[in-house]
């Protein structure tokens, strides 16, 4: 239930409708609240009058300078997203609809420009006394104030947004946080399982009934079906898999005769899946992404080695975190699922082999990435990590070797990679 409802959050997070409708439902409270004014404050509360005719004056003047603003600041979000997509990946894009900046400012013009029109219909049906005329011209002036602040603070956030630094940056933070979650829980509270195995003989498989990515799984849920039903569950894939009806989402170890249309849709239900994958339960997802960005970068219509060299930084940083051994529960409390093992090789791989492959022709980010290995080495508490490494070199310069043509950088290359096997070897002896 708790994974449900922080995956439930974190969809409302990057949902750009709700804030502003909240806040609109909010702003066109408060504009009817104001009509009855005089029936709700005191007789000793005196509050200044104000004609009609400025009330008039500003709401119309709000409607009309919110309706404008909202719309520039939805063409220029817009714009933004297109250049993040084109220039990042389009897998960054749920991180930016989530900024709060963002979000803020769009929910006060909407919100502002809501107050107007319910405080005009509200002028139209005579509902104000004068003390409602009173108040809802200083809500304006108010609402004005705010949005004006919030519209030079989008105004400075938007420049900075545009900086692909700063998506980067984001990119990353959202990847450590579900880096620590999961090296707290690898494996969800239920038994590891090396690898992703085929479903055995005497088995029943359930498959999800739509194609989509799984986000996130309920394994509090799934235990407690389970105990309910003397099931043992063997969950066949992990968050971030792409799954369909052909593909086995989940081994069930009783006969098949026992599983009703019941039970399987509620076994199903465990399973949260959308359209994009999530951040929650599935470290991958950001390291993907930088990776992305780091080989977008060096493609030949953009040519920005030096943004791949960043990527590059924060792989460093977010793989010397996952070199570590991650916390392992002695009695799993889902004693009834297993789940399969995410390895280091795997996020390693996920993470650089497409900047070894386009990257190398540029000794630059070679260099970089032969340096990364070796710092991730230096980090690794466990002599499994370090062959991994020392096989992500050999790919490294394997690519590097075949694509550089100047014998100088070929030189610098052999070098490099020879002092790095020489660190790696060094740590693997001292391992053993």
Same mark, same amino acid.
């Given at each position: 239930?708790?994974?449900?409802?922080?995956?439930?959050?974190?969809?409302?997070?990057?949902?750009?409708?709700?804030?502003?409708?909240?806040?609109?439902?909010?702003?066109?409270?408060?504009?009817?609240?104001?009509?009855?004014? #005089?029936?709700?404050?005191?007789?000793?509360?005196?509050?200044?009058?104000?004609?009609? #005719?400025?009330?008039?004056?500003?709401?119309?003047?709000?409607?009309?300078?919110?309706?404008?603003?909202?719309?520039?600041?939805?063409?220029?979000?817009?714009?933004?997203?297109?250049?993040?997509?084109?220039?990042?990946?389009?897998?960054?894009?749920?991180?930016?609809?989530?900024?709060?900046?963002?979000?803020?400012?769009?929910?006060?013009?909407?919100?502002?420009?809501?107050?107007?029109?319910?405080?005009?219909?509200?002028?139209?049906?005579?509902?104000? #006394?004068?003390?409602?005329?009173?108040?809802?011209?200083?809500?304006?002036?108010?609402?004005?104030?705010?949005?004006?602040?919030?519209?030079?603070?989008?105004?400075?956030?938007?420049?900075?947004?545009?900086?692909?630094?700063?998506?980067?940056?984001?990119?990353?933070?959202?990847?450590?946080?579900?880096?620590?979650?999961?090296?707290?829980?690898?494996?969800?509270?239920?038994?590891?399982?090396?690898?992703?195995?085929?479903?055995?003989?005497?088995?029943?498989?359930?498959?999800?009934?739509?194609?989509?990515?799984?986000?996130?799984?309920?394994?509090?849920?799934?235990?407690?079906?389970?105990?309910?039903?003397?099931?043992?569950?063997?969950?066949?894939?992990?968050?971030?898999?792409?799954?369909?009806?052909?593909?086995?989402?989940?081994?069930?170890?009783?006969?098949?005769?026992?599983?009703?249309?019941?039970?399987?849709?509620?076994?199903?239900?465990?399973?949260?899946?959308?359209?994009?994958?999530?951040?929650?339960?599935?470290?991958?997802?950001?390291?993907?992404?930088?990776?992305?960005?780091?080989?977008?970068?060096?493609?030949?219509?953009?040519?920005?080695?030096?943004?791949?060299?960043?990527?590059?930084?924060?792989?460093?940083?977010?793989?010397?975190?996952?070199?570590?051994?991650?916390?392992?529960?002695?009695?799993?409390?889902?004693?009834?699922?297993?789940?399969?093992?995410?390895?280091?090789?795997?996020?390693?791989?996920?993470?650089?082999?497409?900047?070894?492959?386009?990257?190398?022709?540029?000794?630059?980010?070679?260099?970089?990435?032969?340096?990364?290995?070796?710092?991730? /080495?230096?980090?690794?508490?466990?002599?499994?990590?370090?062959?991994?490494?020392?096989?992500?070199?050999?790919?490294?310069?394997?690519?590097?070797? #075949?694509?550089?043509?100047?014998?100088?950088?070929?030189?610098?290359?052999?070098?490099?990679?020879?002092?790095?096997?020489?660190?790696?070897?060094?740590?693997? /002896?001292?391992?053993?």
């Amino acid at each position: 239930m708790i994974t449900r409802l922080h995956n439930f959050v974190i969809r409302l997070r990057s949902a750009l409708w709700f804030r502003p409708t909240i806040a609109s439902i909010g702003a066109a409270a408060l504009a009817l609240i104001l009509a009855g004014t #005089d029936r709700l404050l005191p007789e000793f509360i005196a509050i200044p009058e104000v004609d009609d #005719d400025s009330v008039k004056e500003l709401l119309k003047l709000l409607a009309s300078a919110m309706l404008t603003v909202t719309t520039v600041t939805l063409s220029a979000l817009l714009l933004v997203f297109n250049m993040a997509a084109s220039q990042a990946s389009p897998r960054a894009l749920p991180g930016l609809m989530a900024d709060e900046v963002t979000q803020n400012a769009l929910s006060t013009f909407i919100a502002t420009f809501v107050f107007a029109m319910a405080g005009m219909l509200g002028l139209a049906l005579e509902a104000y #006394d004068k003390s409602g005329l009173s108040l809802l011209f200083g809500c304006g002036l108010l609402l004005t104030i705010q949005a004006l602040r919030y519209l030079v603070q989008w105004m400075h956030h938007i420049a900075g947004t545009l900086r692909l630094g700063n998506i980067v940056a984001r990119v990353h933070t959202d990847t450590q946080d579900s880096l620590a979650r999961f090296l707290a829980d690898p494996y969800l509270g239920a038994h590891p399982v090396e690898g992703k195995r085929e479903a055995e003989n005497g088995t029943a498989t359930l498959a999800t009934t739509r194609s989509a990515y799984l986000c996130g799984i309920d394994t509090d849920g799934l235990q407690e079906i389970a105990a309910r039903n003397g099931l043992t569950i063997e969950l066949m894939c992990r968050p971030g898999d792409f799954l369909h009806r052909d593909r086995p989402a989940m081994a069930i170890h009783i006969g098949e005769e026992r599983l009703d249309d019941g039970l399987r849709e509620k076994l199903l239900g465990c399973f949260l899946l959308g359209e994009e994958r999530s951040y929650h339960q599935d470290p991958l997802l950001g390291m993907q992404i930088l990776g992305e960005i780091a080989s977008r970068a060096l493609s030949p219509g953009i040519n920005d080695p030096k943004t791949a060299i960043i990527c590059l930084d924060r792989l460093e940083a977010l793989l010397s975190q996952a070199a570590q051994p991650p916390q392992q529960e002695d009695v799993p409390r889902h004693d009834r699922l297993s789940l399969p093992a995410l390895d280091f090789r795997t996020m390693l791989d996920r993470a650089m082999h497409s900047i070894a492959r386009d990257g190398a022709t540029d000794i630059e980010v070679v260099l970089r990435q032969i340096a990364a290995l070796e710092r991730i /080495a230096m980090a690794a508490d466990t002599a499994q990590i370090r062959p991994v490494l020392m096989d992500m070199l050999t790919l490294t310069t394997g690519y590097a070797e #075949d694509a550089l043509s100047l014998k100088q950088d070929r030189e610098v290359l052999e070098q490099a990679a020879m002092r790095a096997r020489r660190r790696l070897s060094g740590s693997l /002896a001292s391992a053993g």
